[in-house]
């Protein structure tokens, strides 16, 4: 695949891991995932998933182990420092927590001129008139431009995250978890100014997330990762109507729905996710698949088209969109 | 029970600071019934788990000023009571668990000891007895291979596994009111399920009165008979479950709800969330009048001037809240409550 249409393309990617008793951590195990321009990409999956991780190489801030990202039609692998430094100003990351990846000893507007400085965009008065304009656009006064991170509130700390990633004019932003540490009443906030923002830069957005809600709030496209493996792809609002994987179908039984009169009668998900040092033979969902058979546990699934642009990676994906055509 | 309400909260107030001049709780009466579970919702620093530590008896003497008309659970007098009946009563008559087992339970020492401790404080008998009773609890909390996990350190089970063993030390001595402090916070969602249907099936044996502190509308949803909303140190909103998420009477109860982002099979994605304008106020700088005015939206004049009374909606459920918030229940599009 060598498709120059997409802003991401990465390829086969794996990542592993080895720890000091010399076993392997199989943190991402051969994902391939592409992002069309002004696309937004969900990942979504619990933690140790791997979803950070395969983050970290798309920004190209850790090496696969195997496999390749192509950023703009170019493979991060064949670049040279200067070349990924220059690849940077096109991908940008929005962290999780604002407290944590903001400089406690830099003003808001420090922070944001940074990336300006870096990749010498404009003269030094044509940064300062732009650093401005860009508090302006993620909702921070003029008057909290002087302000230090620990002088902002929580929502107002990570619009400032928003307004450095945004600063070189990036094509791609990768934001991992970026309103898991806000409350409610912010969150809708901080949503909805990276959803008015990637619409108005015609921004591609690679969404890292474990919030079911909302994903299907902002993206176009949703990748479910299990134990370093999409298991299921496809357009957001198709797979979660009607998902092609037991993984999924247990997540989404599993989100509380702020809904008292629907209350879940079923018991949920059982176990934990095994450990990814000592990952089950076959399907590694297996060891908890109320759909388990025999082929799961001797042969591991591919992710196999399923139609209509969809993705699956179960043995028994057909007779899922069997049941599904029975529900409907 | 002599027909008085299992635990009874009139007009609590905690102070910090100086005289207890950073008032972090203010005025909060509620009732809750013997097994029934209370939900508190609100968002960092609204004061729920300030509340929850008055009602245990855990802020150190000194640092907090607590004042209440009442605080009775179970017949007792919570006020009266000095130290040592505190921590008598704590464990056996209430008990508590909170967001993080891992800072809960001490890297030191076995799950097992932590168990039998927990049983030894509060009840006479001897090791062999108390271990019994300890894989007893450990595989009602669904542990598999109870056995082996009795001598395991909380660093090697995972965070649910932590949790539940959070929980079965909780209800080893079987107490009759459980304060649970955002237990599934920390957890994925599936593990989450896991928690809150494990918490709900012991209830149900036991009877416990379960007090949950959470600011997850799906969560409250999930397990709640009656919902108390917090905001700024006060209760805003209380009622029943249903009342409360089907006709929300305060701005803030509704704003929250519209602004909760929702997956809902079937129905389109409603696009942009309903976002509540503006961040909480800082305690040393509350609004005069209703602390939630600066953005709520259905705001009027008078709301400026004083903090609301108490009005019933209808039957066990109230607001703080004077106008009449015509927003409707979740998931019927604004534009339609409204017009």
């Not at chain 1, 002004?38 to 798309?58: D, Y």
């Not at chain 1, 420090?110 to 304009?133: C, K, Y």
Request: aromatic share 4%; hydrophobic share 40%.
């Amino acid at each position: 695949m060598t498709d120059h249409s997409q802003i991401m393309v990465a390829e086969n990617l794996v990542r592993h891991f080895q720890t000091g008793k010399g076993q392997t951590v199989h943190a991402v195990n051969d994902v391939s995932l592409s992002i069309a321009p002004g696309e937004t990409l969900a990942l979504v999956g619990e933690s140790g998933c791997g979803k950070s991780t395969l983050g970290r190489m798309i920004m190209g801030l850790d090496r696969p182990s195997k496999g390749s990202v192509r950023l703009l039609g170019q493979d991060l692998a064949r670049m040279g420092q200067r070349e990924l430094h220059a690849a940077r100003r096109s991908v940008q990351m929005i962290f999780q927590d604002p407290s944590a990846s903001l400089d406690p000893r830099w003003t808001a507007e420090a922070i944001v001129r940074e990336p300006l400085d870096n990749f010498r965009i404009g003269t030094p008065a044509e940064r300062r008139e732009h650093v401005l304009q860009l508090l302006a656009k993620v909702g921070l006064r003029p008057d909290q431009a002087k302000r230090y991170p620990h002088e902002l509130s929580g929502g107002q700390r990570q619009r400032l995250g928003i307004g450095r990633a945004l600063a070189t004019r990036p094509r791609l932003v990768v934001a991992d978890e970026p309103v898991s540490a806000l409350d409610v009443s912010i969150r809708a906030q901080v949503i909805n100014l990276l959803c008015d923002l990637r619409d108005e830069m015609k921004l591609s957005l690679l969404f890292i997330s474990h919030d079911i809600g909302v994903v299907s709030h902002i993206s176009n496209r949703i990748a479910v990762m299990y134990l370093g493996r999409i298991v299921e792809a496809g357009e957001t609002a198709a797979v979660l109507n009607a998902p092609q994987h037991p993984y999924t179908v247990g997540l989404l039984e599993s989100v509380p729905r702020p809904r008292p009169s629907e209350r879940r009668q079923r018991a949920p998900l059982e176990g934990d996710p095994p450990s990814p040092i000592h990952l089950p033979s076959g399907c590694a969902f297996r060891t908890r698949c109320p759909m388990a058979v025999d082929v799961c546990a001797t042969t591991v699934p591919h992710l196999r088209a399923t139609g209509q642009g969809r993705f699956s990676a179960c043995h028994r994906a057909d007779e899922m969109k069997v049941q599904e055509a029975l529900h409907v | 029970m002599t027909g008085e309400t299992f635990l009874s909260v009139r007009n609590l107030s905690v102070g910090f600071g100086l005289h207890g001049a950073i008032r972090a709780v203010r005025d909060v009466s509620f009732d809750l019934e013997a097994g029934k579970t209370l939900c508190l919702v609100g968002e960092s620093g609204s004061g729920k788990s300030v509340t929850a530590a008055s009602i245990m008896g855990l802020h150190k003497p000194g640092s907090a000023k607590v004042e209440a008309a009442r605080l009775r659970l179970d017949g007792i007098d919570l006020l009266e009571c000095q130290e040592p009946e505190l921590a008598r009563l704590r464990g056996s008559l209430m008990a508590m668990i909170f967001q993080d087992p891992m800072s809960s339970l001490n890297p030191a020492l076995t799950i097992g000891f932590q168990l039998r401790e927990a049983l030894l404080l509060h009840e006479k008998m001897s090791t062999r007895a108390a271990n019994a009773r300890v894989m007893a609890v450990l595989q009602r909390v669904r542990i598999p291979d109870a056995e082996r996990r009795m001598r395991a350190y909380p660093h090697q089970l995972s965070g649910g596994m932590r949790q539940r063993i959070m929980i079965a030390m909780a209800l080893i001595c079987r107490p009759r009111l459980l304060i649970a402090d955002e237990p599934t916070t920390a957890l994925d969602v599936t593990v989450q399920a896991q928690i809150l249907w494990l918490l709900s099936e012991l209830q149900r044996e036991f009877g416990t009165a379960i007090i949950f502190i959470t600011h997850d509308l799906g969560v409250v949803a999930e397990i709640a008979d009656d919902v108390a909303v917090m905001y700024a140190g006060s209760l805003v909103e209380r009622g029943s479950v249903h009342a409360v998420f089907e006709n929300p009477s305060h701005g803030y109860t509704a704003g929250l709800l519209r602004a909760t982002a929702e997956f809902v099979p079937g129905e389109p994605s409603r696009g942009r969330l309903e976002a509540i304008p503006g961040n909480v106020p800082n305690f040393s700088m509350l609004p005069r009048g209703c602390s939630f005015v600066e953005r709520c939206r259905f705001a009027a004049a008078g709301c400026h001037q004083r903090m609301p009374d108490w009005r019933d909606v209808a039957h066990g459920h109230a607001t703080r809240c004077d106008q009449s918030v015509v927003y409707g229940a979740a998931g019927i599009p604004i534009e339609k409550a409204l017009g």
